[in-house]
Nanobody, 117 residues
Framework: VQLQAFGGGLVQAGGSLRLSCAAS????????MGWLRQGPGKEREFVAN????????YYADSVKGRFTISRDSGEKTVYLQMDSLKPEDTAVYYC???????????WGQGTKVTVSS
């Protein structure tokens, strides 16, 4: 599978953005699709994950209640709806796929999100 992420941009604090991750190739029901991010001067961190078949979701505490991960099986696309954005959400966001959360073998290119205060 190959992944392509897009949708980043500049937004004011409190605003919203939706990131998309388009997948090509075969995706199994057991595949975990995740979003991770790396802020300036920070290590990469987990943001959210969705199990492709069951649609089960999991979020980092820092984004719970503000971000929503979803998927469109027909379009082979995973979305990250980001609401109530904060300056600390500024980062390059990556989508990834793997067998389970944290075990991502395939990565898309990053898309940059900048939240101004």
């Amino acid at each position: 599978v190959q992944l392509q992420a897009f949708g980043g941009g500049l937004v004011q604090a409190g605003g919203s953005l939706r990131l998309s991750c388009a997948a090509s190739g075969r995706i199994y029901g057991s595949t975990s699709m995740g979003w991770l991010r790396q802020g300036p001067g920070k290590e990469r961190e987990f943001v959210a994950n969705i199990r492709w078949g069951a649609g089960t979701t999991y979020y980092a505490d820092s984004v719970k209640g503000r971000f929503t991960i979803s998927r469109d099986s027909g379009e082979k696309t995973v979305y990250l709806q980001m609401d109530s954005l904060k300056p600390e959400d500024t980062a390059v966001y990556y989508c990834a796929a793997g067998r389970q959360i944290g075990d991502y073998a395939v990565w898309g290119q990053g898309t940059k999100v900048t939240v101004s205060s």
